[in-house]
C-alpha cells in the first residue's frame, strides 16, 4: 500500500504517453463495473479496508477482487494497478 503522497509522486514521475493510455483503457474495458470501482480505489492509494468501507463491501471481498482484477489484467501487484487506473484516466492525478 502506498500513501495518497507516495502514489502521486510515482504516477507525475511515469510517462505519460498516447499508446500507454489506449492499452490502459482497453485493459480497464474489459473489467467489470465493480473491478472498476475497486481499480479506482486502487489507483487512489485506498487500503482493501479503504475501498471496501467506500463500496459496502467486506474487506475479504474486495481482496477477492483485486486478486482477480490483477490475474486478470496480467499484473503482479497493486501499485501496477494504481498506475494503470491513472494512465486509463478512471483516476485524476
Known amino acids: 500500500m502506498l500513501s ?12 505519460d504517453s498516447q499508446p500507454a493510455r489506449d492499452r490502459a483503457r482497453k ?11 475497486v481499480l479506482t480505489g486502487l489507483g487512489e492509494g485506498l487500503s482493501n479496508a ?14 477477492g477482487y483485486v486478486s482477480r482484477m490483477l490475474d486478470k ?4 501487484n497493486r501499485t501496477q494497478a494504481g498506475l494503470l487506473a491513472h494512465d486509463a484516466g478512471i483516476v485524476s492525478r
Not at 510515482?10 to 510517462?15: D, E, M, N, V, Y
Request: without cysteine.
Open 50 to 63: 479503504q475501498i471496501a468501507a467506500r463500496l459496502y463491501l467486506s474487506e475479504a471481498t474486495v481482496k
Open 27 to 37: 485493459l480497464v474495458a474489459s473489467l467489470t463495473e465493480r473491478e472498476v470501482e
Open 4 to 15: 495518497p503522497a507516495a502514489a502521486r509522486r510515482l504516477i507525475a514521475a511515469s510517462a
Open 73 to 76: 489484467l496480467g499484473l503482479d
